[in-house]
């Protein structure tokens, strides 16, 4: 059995989904544990399926191999502009397409005994502050939506706030952060507008900065005291 390290950070991004060929989170991801690395960081990634039931299965496996302290999900938010730092997981899923395995929920919870909803544990305020000052577009969000990225967030936070990980687990810290798409978004209809995209490197850079903040709090660091208006 591989001891709990406190101190990991498990980034995670998901496979393409909807007909797209490709997904930005998953580079992002990926990306970014490496630079983490190159930093010093203890620092790993997974990529996760774009299935309720599977994605719920892979992290249940990435948590038991790598036993990390923080965890961040990202996923793809195509038409958003912004890095997205989400602030509520509910549990609530309500499918607009199908999953890449053809289920498509209407209206069913995450967990059937499980609260309405659970707040990250990532220094949101603190994260998008820092994404600003480093000049990457960033904001506070309130609606993760209701697909599996909303799905695997509402997980990930009842490991961490349940202590419902793997045997030998702790998730003290966790998050989920959604991005735009990149400079390889594909094309849209001929009278629609192109998706909004970030550069790439940007994209996991956003990711490194947000691991970092994530890592650096000591116990009973609180957030920023200050409304979402008035971050800088």
């Not at 998953?26 to 309720?52: M, Q, T």
Request: glycine share 10%; aromatic share 6%; hydrophobic share 45%.
């Amino acid at each position: 059995m591989i001891d709990s390290r406190p101190d990991r950070i498990l980034l995670t991004g998901f496979e393409p989904f909807g007909g797209d060929e490709r997904n930005p989170s998953w580079p992002a991801a990926r990306d970014a544990a490496a630079r983490l690395r190159e930093l010093g960081l203890d620092a790993v990634a997974e990529r996760l399926p774009c299935a309720f039931a599977g994605s719920t299965e892979a992290l249940e496996r990435a948590l038991a191999e790598h036993r990390p302290g923080i965890v961040i999900a990202c996923g793809l938010a195509g038409g958003r502009a912004q890095v997205a730092v989400e602030r509520v997981a509910v549990n609530l899923q309500d499918a607009r397409i199908p999953d890449n395995t053809g289920h498509q929920p209407a209206g069913r919870p995450v967990d059937d005994a499980g609260p309405a909803a659970y707040f990250s544990s990532l220094q949101v305020k603190r994260t998008v502050a820092a994404l600003r000052a480093a000049r990457i577009p960033a904001e506070l969000s309130l609606s993760a939506g209701s697909f599996v990225c909303n799905h695997v967030f509402y997980e990930v936070m009842r490991r961490a706030e349940t202590g419902a990980a793997p045997a030998g687990g702790a998730v003290h810290t966790a998050g989920f952060i959604h991005v735009p798409w990149d400079e390889q978004a594909p094309r849209r209809g001929p009278d629609a507008e192109p998706w909004p995209t970030l550069p790439a490197a940007e994209l996991s850079r956003a990711l490194v900065i947000a691991a970092q903040e994530a890592a650096r709090p000591g116990p009973g660091v609180p957030d920023l005291d200050v409304p979402d208006g008035a971050l800088h």
